[in-house]
């Protein structure tokens, strides 16, 4: 009894699936990693919010030093007695809490909560930037970091290395598929031939 050749068998799709799966993971993880590390402050400016980094004690402890504060655009006019607003002053932004807005003469009189007295200067409407929607402690100085272009430009490189990946991924799966359908497709012809040897065999051994 002759015994079946391993060339006699269909071709098993083997391993080799593992250096593919751990591309798609990695870049995966970056495109993650990136993608949350952005959120706070890709999400926030699409809504319409500006997003500043609390440098100073005055608002303490409601804002501490190192929060980060999400602020609205809002009208002046609308700011009501006791809101967090943020403000332009000499060049820099501020954030205090609204004492009083006067309508008439177009002014808000601030305070920041750790300070002793109202701050000696109102703010004119021109210069008010919005009201305090939210914050975060300890958030500024996270959101510091991204906000420098070198960041930035490791965020693109992570992203594109991210994409490289699963792009590598994807074709070293594509050529194990090709490789396993070639084999498949030469064990096939090799059958056909076997079978067709075969069949002329029985044909000259029945004349």
Known sequence: MANRTSSS???????????PALCNIIGTLLLIAVIATSIPLAIPTLLGYEIYNVTSG???PELPVGSVIYV?????????????????????????RAVENYLFEGKISTKGDANPRVDF???????????????????????????????????????FCGVMFNVLAGRMRAHSEEKFRVQVE????????????????????SR
């Open 121 to 159: 200067n109102d703010v004119p409407y021109a210069d008010v930037i919005g009201v305090v929607k939210y914050h975060f402690p300890y958030l500024g100085n996270y959101l510091m970091i991204y906000s420098h272009q070198l960041t930035k430009v490791y965020l693109i490189v992570l992203a």
């Open 58 to 60: 005055s608002m303490e």
């Open 9 to 19: 068998r269909r071709p098993i799709k083997k391993g080799g699936m593992l250096i």
């Open 186 to 205: 030469q064990w096939e012809r090799r059958q056909a031939a076997r079978s067709r040897a075969e069949m002329e065999q029985i044909r000259k051994q």
């Open 72 to 96: 609205e655009h809002v009208k002046p006019e609308s700011i009501k007695e006791g809101e967090i607003i943020a403000f332009y002053s000499g060049g820099s932004v501020i954030t205090h």
